[in-house]
């Protein structure tokens, strides 16, 4: 493809992203799918030009709304071009010239902007705080009070890309193995900090395609997401519920621990999820899951199956503010309930699930998100209205078999300035043991028709 080609191309994509409520890399999946004729480095191009957008947004957008002109994927463009690649109006002007691959040529307007922008750079002394960190006005105010006077430090280190992180799947091999299998492949993997079965890469490969992963060794998992698998001290023989499993990461990282021996239940309300999880599990060699549709989350199975289970790990769904280096695109576009509504579905979901843990067991509440409202506040009033629960402090919780914990905190609370992570919290709540019998399964059958 010509510079001209790829630039339009980048601006269609950039539109099918501003137009489409999905996310953007289901959407750029698809773009590039029904655009079989690109190739590879074509397509890394393009997508680097349309992320590379949605990463700069705000500072982008400032300008643009700054010099006076509207907000459209051709203008975030052309400023992207001039701020952070520092190419010239005339430039910009030669590759917008029409024609069948290159993008119409520049009205007045864009050129104007362009023009404008000739001797700026991307980042401005008078941006406010949030727009020089790319923190949408949604969010603002509660990560301000959040992280005090780290705030700037602690965006900015969103403001990248997220390493890539694998798992290594202990009952296929060890991270040793793995290491060596990568290389023969040519690539090269370090272990991570934090995970004792982690490791990350030194740029990008293509994970999928490698025989490593295709016979379950290997797993793409975030290091922050392993650690919550790490803090259910989940062991063989358990009876364990993933409670909103979702494609089933920590479902995969908790079925190892316990040696394939035991029972863990993968219950989620997205049946389709579910279903495509159960091709990674069988991936894995990991034989002691099953999977749980659940109608919300109230459904009759909790009632049927309280205090029946060992460990209950609520990863709850949230804002999705500590992926934000992942997924640029959901500061912009949250797709679906804001946080206000969020903050009751997350107590709902947690009043739910601890029905389920026997006398003695944890419940694990987990999620990818920065703000206290759904991570500390949460956990505080769930112990509130729950004196049989207790709160147990992270180096307590982690694993003796695995090596130190890797925070000595109360609460696991990682960010990427800190950890090099996802924004990641968990907390390990248990049922006091107070000698309560758990109710005998057909008893809690009899009263599901009964249930609200």
Same mark, same amino acid.
């Given at each position: 493809m010509t510079p001209a080609a790829r630039i339009e191309t980048a601006i269609q994509l950039l539109t099918e992203i501003m137009d489409t409520p999905r996310p953007a890399d289901a959407i750029a999946s698809l773009f590039f799918k029904n655009r &079989?004729?690109?190739?590879?480095k074509d397509r890394a191009a393009v997508a680097?030009?349309?992320?590379?957008?949605?990463?700069?947004?705000?500072?982008?957008?400032?300008w643009i709304e700054k010099v006076g002109a509207p907000v459209t994927p051709r203008t975030l463009v052309i400023a992207d071009l001039m701020l952070s690649q520092g190419k010239t =109006?005339?430039?910009?002007?030669?590759?917008?010239?029409?024609?069948?691959f290159s993008p119409p040529p520049m009205s007045d307007a864009e050129w104007k902007l362009a023009k404008a922008l000739e001797t700026r750079t991307l980042a401005h002394p008078k941006q406010p705080d949030p727009v020089k960190v790319e923190v949408p006005d949604w969010?603002?105010?509660? *990560?301000? &009070? /959040?992280?005090?006077?780290?705030?700037?430090?602690?965006?900015?280190? %969103? +403001?990248?890309?997220? =390493? *890539?992180?694998?798992?290594?799947? =202990?009952?296929?091999?060890?991270?040793?193995?793995?290491?060596?299998?990568?290389?023969?492949?040519?690539?090269?993997?370090k272990p991570t900090a934090l995970s004792p079965v982690g490791l990350r890469l030194e740029g990008r490969a293509p994970i999928m395609a490698l025989q490593?992963?295709?016979?379950?060794?290997?797993?793409?998992?975030?290091?922050?997401?392993?650690? @919550?698998a790490f803090l259910t001290d989940a062991q063989p023989g358990m009876q364990v519920v993933d409670f909103c499993a979702g494609a089933?990461?920590?479902? *995969? /990282?908790?079925?190892? %621990?316990?040696?394939?021996?035991? &029972?863990? @239940?993968?219950?989620? @309300? +997205?049946?389709? &999820? +579910?279903?495509?999880?159960?091709?990674r599990f069988r991936r894995a060699g990991l034989h002691n899951i099953e999977t749980r549709p659940l109608a919300n989350e109230r459904d009759p199975w909790v009632k049927r199956h309280k205090l029946r289970f060992d460990r209950v790990v609520v990863d709850a =769904?949230?804002?999705?503010?500590?992926?934000?280096?992942?997924?640029?695109?959901?500061?912009?576009?949250p797709l679906g309930p804001g946080l206000s509504e969020l903050e009751g579905l997350q107590a709902s979901i947690l009043e739910s699930a601890a029905r389920l843990v026997r006398p003695g067991g944890r419940l694990v509440y987990a999620t990818c998100s920065l703000l206290p409202e759904e991570n500390e506040r949460q956990v505080e009033g769930f112990l509130a209205r729950h004196p049989d629960f207790t709160l147990l402090p992270v180096p307590e919780a982690w694993p003796a078999n695995w090596g130190a914990p890797p925070v000595k905190d109360v609460m696991l609370r990682l960010t990427p300035l800190r950890h090099d992570t996802d924004g990641f919290f968990a907390a390990v709540m248990v049922r006091k043991d107070d000698g309560s019998a758990p109710v005998a399964e057909g008893e809690g059958e009899a009263e599901e028709a009964g249930e609200a």
């Amino acid at each position: 493809m010509t510079p001209a080609a790829r630039i339009e191309t980048a601006i269609q994509l950039l539109t099918e992203i501003m137009d489409t409520p999905r996310p953007a890399d289901a959407i750029a999946s698809l773009f590039f799918k029904n655009r &079989r004729y690109i190739g590879a480095k074509d397509r890394a191009a393009v997508a680097g030009q349309a992320y590379g957008v949605l990463r700069r947004w705000a500072r982008l957008s400032w300008w643009i709304e700054k010099v006076g002109a509207p907000v459209t994927p051709r203008t975030l463009v052309i400023a992207d071009l001039m701020l952070s690649q520092g190419k010239t =109006p005339e430039s910009i002007e030669n590759n917008f010239a029409g024609g069948r691959f290159s993008p119409p040529p520049m009205s007045d307007a864009e050129w104007k902007l362009a023009k404008a922008l000739e001797t700026r750079t991307l980042a401005h002394p008078k941006q406010p705080d949030p727009v020089k960190v790319e923190v949408p006005d949604w969010a603002a105010e509660p *990560l301000q &009070r /959040a992280f005090g006077d780290r705030f700037l430090a602690e965006m900015g280190a %969103m +403001l990248g890309e997220a =390493p *890539l992180d694998l798992r290594v799947n =202990p009952v296929k091999g060890t991270r040793e193995e793995a290491i060596a299998q990568l290389a023969a492949a040519g690539i090269e993997a370090k272990p991570t900090a934090l995970s004792p079965v982690g490791l990350r890469l030194e740029g990008r490969a293509p994970i999928m395609a490698l025989q490593a992963y295709k016979d379950g060794l290997i797993e793409i998992q975030d290091e922050g997401s392993q650690l @919550v698998a790490f803090l259910t001290d989940a062991q063989p023989g358990m009876q364990v519920v993933d409670f909103c499993a979702g494609a089933g990461g920590k479902t *995969l /990282a908790i079925a190892a %621990m316990m040696e394939n021996r035991g &029972r863990v @239940v993968a219950a989620d @309300v +997205l049946a389709g &999820r +579910l279903t495509r999880a159960k091709e990674r599990f069988r991936r894995a060699g990991l034989h002691n899951i099953e999977t749980r549709p659940l109608a919300n989350e109230r459904d009759p199975w909790v009632k049927r199956h309280k205090l029946r289970f060992d460990r209950v790990v609520v990863d709850a =769904p949230c804002t999705g503010t500590g992926t934000w280096r992942r997924n640029p695109d959901s500061r912009w576009r949250p797709l679906g309930p804001g946080l206000s509504e969020l903050e009751g579905l997350q107590a709902s979901i947690l009043e739910s699930a601890a029905r389920l843990v026997r006398p003695g067991g944890r419940l694990v509440y987990a999620t990818c998100s920065l703000l206290p409202e759904e991570n500390e506040r949460q956990v505080e009033g769930f112990l509130a209205r729950h004196p049989d629960f207790t709160l147990l402090p992270v180096p307590e919780a982690w694993p003796a078999n695995w090596g130190a914990p890797p925070v000595k905190d109360v609460m696991l609370r990682l960010t990427p300035l800190r950890h090099d992570t996802d924004g990641f919290f968990a907390a390990v709540m248990v049922r006091k043991d107070d000698g309560s019998a758990p109710v005998a399964e057909g008893e809690g059958e009899a009263e599901e028709a009964g249930e609200a």
